[in-house]
């Protein structure tokens, strides 16, 4: 069973910083891209962060987060994070960890994993 739990987040004034954490289990961590999302009330999800397999060399942040937001993982500790800098109201979102696992039974090969999801608001 794969599971991914997310914590961290938490009410914040801008400007303010939090780190959030994944928690994973059920397959092998390391050998996996990973992901952030974040999903405002009234909007779509959207990527806020992306880290390739191993050492996590390789990263991607759209840019209205590049600058401000850090992801990385502990391949020991099976556990991704986002470390979140001079948060903004905007940001105000539950943010979700991602993985890809392979599923020959679907249709895109891949199935989409997602954890509950951890509350981030960012006001004064």
């Known amino acids: 069973q794969v599971h991914l739990v997310e914590s961290g987040g938490g009410l914040v004034q801008p400007g303010e910083s939090l780190r959030l954490s994944c928690a994973t289990s059920?397959?092998?961590?390391?050998?996996?891209?990973m992901s952030w999302y974040r999903q405002a009330p009234g909007k779509e999800r959207e990527l806020v962060a992306y880290?390739?397999?191993?050492?996590?060399?390789?990263?991607y942040y759209p840019d209205s987060v590049k600058g401000r937001f850090t992801i990385s993982r502990d391949n020991v500790k099976d556990t991704l994070y986002l470390q979140m800098n001079s948060l903004e109201p905007e940001d105000t979102a539950v943010y979700f960890c991602?993985?890809?696992?392979?599923?020959?039974?679907?249709?895109?090969?891949?199935?989409?994993?997602w954890g509950n999801g951890t509350l981030v608001t960012v006001s004064t």
């Open positions: 991602n993985v890809d696992l392979e599923d020959p039974t679907s249709h895109r090969g891949v199935k989409p994993y």
């Open positions: 059920g397959f092998i961590f390391g050998n996996y891209p």
């Open positions: 880290i390739i397999s191993g050492s996590g060399s390789n990263t």
